[in-house]
């Protein structure tokens, strides 16, 4: 999907948000070579409870195979 975004769609940077208690779903970005950009407290409010937001990104220039 990466390289489809790159060379069909030309964007420059991708970003990806994860809640911050949800391991399974950070764990993603950063396999995929994402680097973590900060964190939005309280940026989302589920089941009655506030929640952090985890930015994660990834440049042109970081993906594999950049061309």
Same mark, same amino acid.
């Given at each position: 999907?990466?390289?489809? %975004? !790159?060379?069909?769609?030309?964007? =420059? +940077?991708?970003?990806?948000?994860?809640?911050?208690?949800? %391991?399974?779903?950070? *764990? %993603?970005? +950063? !396999?995929?070579?994402?680097?973590?950009?900060?964190? =939005?407290?309280?940026?989302?409010? %589920?089941?009655?409870?506030? =929640? *952090?937001?985890? *930015?994660?990104?990834?440049?042109?220039?970081?993906? +594999?195979?950049?061309?």
């Amino acid at each position: 999907m990466l390289d489809y %975004i !790159r060379c069909d769609l030309g964007l =420059n +940077k991708v970003e990806i948000q994860c809640a911050e208690a949800n %391991i399974k779903s950070r *764990n %993603i970005p +950063k !396999r995929l070579g994402f680097k973590q950009e900060g964190i =939005n407290r309280e940026a989302e409010f %589920i089941n009655g409870c506030y =929640n *952090n937001i985890v *930015n994660y990104s990834l440049l042109r220039i970081e993906w +594999k195979g950049n061309q």
